[in-house]
């Protein structure tokens, strides 16, 4: 069974708009946490946000705010005022405290900002 | 600031032949991870690591594959006998499980390209 879905596979926008990539999670832990990574084209994974379940109090940092649902079942990420630097893939990822520490990820949505 | 490290970065093999794909995690952290990315797709979970045991792996995580920590400062995976299928990006990350704003958070190298020929 497939936990975390991104509909979306590819995104483009042009500089400066705002952009809102979309997660979509499946899990019967009540206790977990979301997270999302950027892969650049250098490939790396780098930590963005992580958000745990008992907390849905969104927040914002920066250019980056999330919206977390647990009625939907959503953990939607936003850039806003989007820069060329943020064209990368970015993954929304799940992890549960009854299958231990393993991260479930989507399949990614690839972002790019257009000059 | 504190990074994994993932030595090589590129690693071309024949089929058949036995790989060890090397990492360096956070120094602090006690929970290890490897995890694959075959091109264009998802990352993948392969197996994590703790007090100097496997804690849980995934179906991919087969006969061929083992981790081991030799010392206190590396964690390496070894493909015994490379098929075509485990050419892959190849993540090793850690995390530190204590409490705090950190907590399950995994922190991920820049990967291992393997290539199989």
């Known amino acids: 069974a497939q936990k975390v879905t991104q509909a979306q596979t590819e995104i483009s926008v042009v500089e400066k708009e705002d952009v809102t990539l979309d997660c979509v999670y499946e899990?019967?832990?009540?206790?977990?946490?979301l997270f999302w990574y950027k892969q650049p084209p250098s490939g790396e994974l780098v930590f963005l946000i992580r958000?745990?379940?008992?907390?849905?109090q969104n927040e914002i940092s920066g250019r980056y705010s999330w919206n977390f649902q647990k009625s939907t079942s959503s953990f939607n990420f936003t850039i806003t005022a989007s820069q060329v630097v943020d064209s990368a893939v970015y993954f929304c990822?799940?992890?549960?405290?009854?299958?231990?520490?393993?991260?479930?990820f989507g399949t990614g949505t690839s972002l790019t900002v257009i000059p | 600031e504190p990074e994994v490290t993932q030595t090589p970065s590129h690693q071309v093999t024949q089929m058949g032949q036995e790989v060890i794909l090397r990492c360096v995690p956070i120094?602090?952290?006690?929970?290890f991870y490897w995890y694959r990315q075959i091109l264009g797709q998802k990352v993948e979970f392969l197996v994590s690591?703790?007090?100097?045991?496997?804690?849980?792996k995934s179906e991919i995580f087969d006969d061929q594959f083992s981790v081991e920590r030799p010392d206190g400062s590396n964690f390496t995976l070894k493909i015994r006998s490379t098929k075509l299928e485990d050419s892959a990006m190849y993540f090793c990350?850690?995390?530190?499980?204590?409490?705090?704003?950190?907590?399950?958070?995994?922190?991920f190298g820049a990967g291992t390209r393997l290539s199989v020929l």
């Open positions: 690591f703790y007090n100097n045991e496997i804690s849980e």
């Open positions: 990350a850690s995390s530190d499980p204590s409490t705090g704003a950190a907590k399950n958070i995994q922190y």
């Open positions: 958000r745990n379940s008992f907390d849905e």
């Open positions: 990822a799940l992890s549960e405290t009854i299958t231990g520490n393993q991260f479930y």
């Open positions: 120094s602090n952290h006690l929970y």
């Open positions: 899990t019967r832990d009540t206790t977990y946490y």
